[in-house]
């Protein structure tokens, strides 16, 4: 099946420092990925989505200079959380979408743990 | 609005069928997925259903129903390691995806 990898798979950072965290669809180019934040015990909210040569088109509520996206090429994307604080401290999950051309196939990254300090 | 609702838990005994069932209401419909989430850990991907019937693959099967807004994942001769959340998953006409809060499946021996 497809692959989609994250970097790092957790990071710890002082409240104030930003953090960068890459997603990579490894055996598929992916136009479309998605940024997804996950508190503990809670369903995945959708952050943004980044299309690959364009901005990304973020949801409500989600601050786009705090949350910068960059998605390079089409088997990558970034999330940099700028001047992180401890309530940025969740589970940040990317996905990318595989066009089959008769179906859709959304595959997650490992996911990315956030704890600021 | 984008309502996607299914059961909070379910518990199911080991070798046992379980199915969890999820409704719709979603501005547009370009398929319905199910997902795997074990505690702590990203979704898997299970099935994606955008055609109406029952697709099968191994122990887990998928039925959709576009007319009723309805779809069930079944899951057949169950082990302990499927204890874990089901999340269902719509995507929409913008093809992002609506999900569900997950039903927590407990399974017990």
């Known amino acids: 099946g497809a692959v989609v990898s994250q970097h790092p798979s957790w990071v710890i950072c002082k409240s104030g420092t930003s953090v960068k965290i890459e997603c990579r669809s490894l055996?598929?180019?992916?136009?479309?990925m998605f940024w997804y934040r996950q508190f503990p015990k809670q369903s995945l909210m959708l952050m943004a989505t980044?299309?690959?040569?364009?901005?990304?088109?973020?949801e409500q509520g989600v601050e786009k200079d705090k949350f910068l996206i960059n998605h390079a090429s089409l088997t990558l994307s970034t999330l940099t959380v700028t001047s992180a604080h401890p309530e940025d401290s969740s589970f940040y999950i990317c996905s990318a979408n595989r066009d089959r051309g008769f179906s859709y196939e959304q595959y997650f990254g490992p996911g990315t743990r956030l704890t600021v300090t | 609005g984008q309502n996607i609702d299914q059961p909070t838990e379910m518990t199911a005994t080991e070798g046992a069928i379980v199915q969890i069932n999820c409704t719709y209401q979603t501005s547009g419909f370009n398929g319905l997925f199910w997902y795997q989430q074990h505690a702590g850990e990203a979704p898997t991907f299970l099935s994606y259903?955008?055609l109406d019937g029952l697709e099968e693959k191994g122990r887990f099967s998928s039925f959709l129903s576009r007319s009723k807004g309805y779809s069930y994942l079944l899951l057949k001769e169950l082990q302990m390691k499927d204890s874990a959340s089901y999340l269902c998953?719509?995507?929409?006409?913008?093809?992002?995806?609506?999900w569900g809060a997950g039903t927590k499946l407990i399974i017990k021996p």
């Open positions: 998953a719509v995507m929409d006409s913008n093809y992002q995806l609506i």
């Open positions: 055996d598929f180019q992916a136009t479309t």
């Open positions: 980044s299309n690959e040569g364009s901005k990304a088109t973020y």
């Open positions: 259903n955008v």
